[in-house]
């Protein structure tokens, strides 16, 4: 695995060394830091899931059989493992490619009653309550439809997972200030402690490897914010329980 990230520094350092057109390095140092970064990242996030391909397929060749019931098993192990790299590599493409937004008006309220209506199967597996307060006469915002529902998905499923014993999510639009308005999520999971808060926008950091998430959920939901101008903001709820993830966005 050492090899991969070798093999993808070196890449990366080669190709960042190619003069653009103004005869500047297409990358930056600080650019070139922040590929090779993520290259490590990806190199050891792929090596868990590898190491068990390559065994089970050794175990195979070695004669696991079905007689003894356990070439399914290892089956499913490399079945499982795959499936993480393809989640891993197909996140790492969206992330890096999130392509042109296709901007218009946008209801806020109808949008998130929409992203809820998508979860519902999720919420209701959760036994969650949700808790609606919908600011009325709310302006519309400039915003990609897909891209919008993409990130209330990604807060709103956080919300959700960390909720393993049932709970509330409070979810709440309004005005924020000048030319400003917001949607709040709020649920009553554990919360995160200091050292979490810290790194939830560190690509591939996750508490959550047991459930089969790879860490990409909240750099995608900045990256989504930024590119509509707006500003998103996740922390403990004071003085109780679970986390408050806010974005706040400008309307024309
Ligand atoms: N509402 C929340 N409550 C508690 N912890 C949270 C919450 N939202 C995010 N986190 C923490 O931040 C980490 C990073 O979140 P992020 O959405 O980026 O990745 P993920 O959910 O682990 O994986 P995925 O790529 O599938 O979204 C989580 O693993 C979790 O530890
Ligand atoms: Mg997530």
Redesign the pocket.
Known sequence: MKAISKMCSAFISRFACRQGAAGRPLFGPAETGAIGKLADGLAHEIRNPLAIIIQGLECLKEGAGPADGSAKTIIKYIEDAAGRIDRITK?LVDFSHPGTPEMSPQDLNAAVREALSLMKPQLEQGHIEIREDFQGGLPQISADKNKLQQLLA?LI???I??MTAGGILAIKTCFSGRRRIAVQIE?S????PPE?LNR?FNPF????RDKG???????MARNIVAMHGGVLE?GNRPGTAG?R?AVIFRWP
Do not use: E, P, Y
Not at 205 to 208: C, I, P, R, V
């Open positions: 996140g990604i499923l956080n919300a997972q960390s649920d999971g554990k919360g995160m979490v939830i950091f996750t508490t959550k998430c790879i860490g990409l959920g909240l750099c996740i986390v993830a």
